[in-house]
């Protein structure tokens, strides 16, 4: 049987994949397996519970919280907060445990369901199979004082804002800011957090209503934050995505600065501090052969990891690293957070800014961007990517006609049901071509 769990949580459709009863039973297990441990503090174990602000969520987040409660667990209802509000949190309260309803960027009837563990770290894999395996078991329910008790965690908003703002280290003061927070789960908070920090804020994308997250707004649709930039006049834009766990930008021109060029900024910053780890910056294998480029002429190693930003965060911990993240905007400051922080990643970028007294541009233009082209396959057999032979001869044939000016990766999603090719090349109709061709290799060799 397939796991359940994927690169970042449980995900799917809301009321279809992503159901009441799934949300129970993975809280009951959880909470089974916490319990058994013995490792928690009190006489109840405690867990802090957030969503994005879907529709969905109203009912996931209520099952969530009475299966952990039905297990003996104490639970801290947060309500709408982004993803690394609730991993902070976690941390900041003491609890045991942590649990997220979210989607991410994902489309709006799809939701998803991650747990952290405590110090709002993300659970390993084993502790997510060992969650997988008490599922549906039969067990005995506490009851009495057993039971676990829920109540509302009110200041939950104002002591993430006052984290994220003590942290910065220049204001923003004078900067002009355009947020584009996705309808989503940073709506308030990261226009309270931009504006205490002292930036002149305009917000677009900030009025959710539970079906509208990630709709032609946010990371993924930076049109119209590119617009807003232009029309206001504005340093910089910053766009988060419905759980606010990335951070993408346009600088004063409206260009796209993406989140290698976001990474390459901060890394320069924090090695010019001697805040840098070992010089190194942790990315995945889907970043630009540009930043790779640049990090070599600055002197700064590049590790990269596998897609998806708890293997960029695994590698992090391991060599105790201080940065990393993902092309997509992911970005974490193992110093500061244990996730990806979209809020957070564009307050030190605009503080970089600040602090320097250069544009966005001109800090971006340490980088050059490779044309890349990512064209997604649905319909196939993802589970043969990695094994096809006659996949692989293909990728190795247009790898050898790419030479080292160029580089193709093809790999299947690990949150949705479809293969990813990406290829970079010198040029850019010859990256589309490239990818086009692969990605018919890919629907003729993994049909179903």
């Known amino acids: 049987m397939a796991r359940l769990f994927?690169?970042?949580?449980?995900?799917?459709?809301?009321?279809?994949?992503?159901?009441?009863?799934?949300?129970?039973?993975?809280?009951?297990?959880?909470?089974?397996?916490?319990?058994?441990?013995?490792?928690?503090?009190?006489?109840?174990p405690t867990a802090v519970v957030g969503t994005d602000g879907r529709a969905s969520g109203e009912?996931?987040?209520a099952a969530t919280i009475a299966g952990l409660a039905s297990a003996g667990v104490d639970v801290l209802d947060a309500g709408v907060l982004p993803t690394p509000a609730i991993a902070f949190l976690t941390a900041d309260?003491?609890?045991?445990?942590?649990?997220?309803?979210?989607?991410?960027?994902?489309?709006?009837?799809d939701n998803g369901i991650k747990f952290f563990a405590r110090g709002g770290h993300k659970l390993p894999d084993e502790s997510e199979d060992a969650i997988e395996a008490r599922m549906r078991e039969q067990w005995e329910r506490p009851t009495g004082a057993g039971v676990g008790r829920v109540r509302r965690l009110t200041d939950g908003a104002e002591r993430y804002v006052a984290h994220l703002v003590g942290l910065l280290p220049h204001p923003l003061d004078g900067l002009s800011v355009v947020l584009d927070t996705a309808h989503g789960a940073a709506s308030t908070v990261s226009p309270e957090a931009f504006r205490r920090a002292g930036a002149s804020v305009t917000v677009i994308g900030a009025d959710p209503d539970g079906l509208n997250i990630n709709d032609g707004y946010g990371s993924t649709h930076l049109e119209k934050l590119a617009a807003a930039v232009l029309e206001s006049g504005a340093d910089l834009g910053i766009a988060h995505d419905g759980d606010a766990d990335r951070c993408l930008a346009v600088d004063?021109?409206?260009?796209?600065?993406?989140?290698?060029?976001?990474?390459?900024?901060?890394?320069?910053?924090?090695?010019?501090k001697g805040l840098l780890a070992r010089d190194t910056v942790v990315a995945t294998v889907m970043s630009n052969l540009g930043m790779l480029q640049a990090m070599e002429r600055e002197g700064i190693v590049v590790r990269?990891?596998?897609?998806?930003?708890?293997?960029?965060?695994?590698?992090?911990?391991?060599?105790?690293?201080s940065l990393g993240g993902e092309q997509s905007g992911h970005v974490i400051f193992l110093d500061h957070g244990t996730t990806g922080d979209g809020v957070l990643t564009g307050l030190m970028l605009a503080s970089r800014v600040a602090e320097s007294g250069r544009s966005l541009a001109d800090l971006a233009?340490?980088?050059?961007?490779?044309?890349?082209?990512?064209?997604?396959?649905?319909?196939?057999d993802a589970k043969r990517a990695s094994t096809d032979e006659r996949l692989r001869a293909?990728?190795?044939?247009?790898?050898?006609?790419?030479?080292?000016?160029?580089?193709?990766?093809l790999r299947r999603s690990g949150t949705e049901p479809l293969v990813r090719v990406m290829v970079e090349a010198a040029d850019e109709q010859q990256a589309r071509d490239v990818a086009e061709e692969l990605a018919a290799s890919v629907r003729t060799h993994l049909a179903l």
Do not use: C, K, W
Request: charged share 20%; no cysteine.
């Open 252 to 272: 004063q021109q409206g260009r796209v600065v993406d989140g290698d060029q976001i990474m390459s900024i901060l890394a320069i910053s924090l090695r010019d």
């Open 394 to 409: 293909d990728v190795e044939r247009v790898e050898a006609v790419l030479g080292t000016s160029g580089r193709v990766l």
């Open 59 to 61: 009912f996931l987040s």
């Open 6 to 44: 994927g690169t970042d949580g449980v995900r799917g459709l809301a009321n279809r994949d992503i159901t009441a009863e799934l949300a129970l039973d993975l809280s009951v297990a959880a909470a089974r397996v916490l319990v058994e441990s013995g490792e928690f503090r009190g006489a109840h």
């Open 365 to 380: 233009s340490v980088m050059t961007r490779l044309p890349q082209v990512l064209v997604n396959v649905r319909d196939v």
């Open 304 to 321: 990269q990891t596998g897609v998806g930003d708890r293997y960029v965060l695994e590698d992090m911990r391991a060599g105790s690293y």
């Open 93 to 109: 309260t003491n609890a045991d445990l942590g649990v997220m309803l979210s989607a991410s960027h994902n489309p709006m009837p």
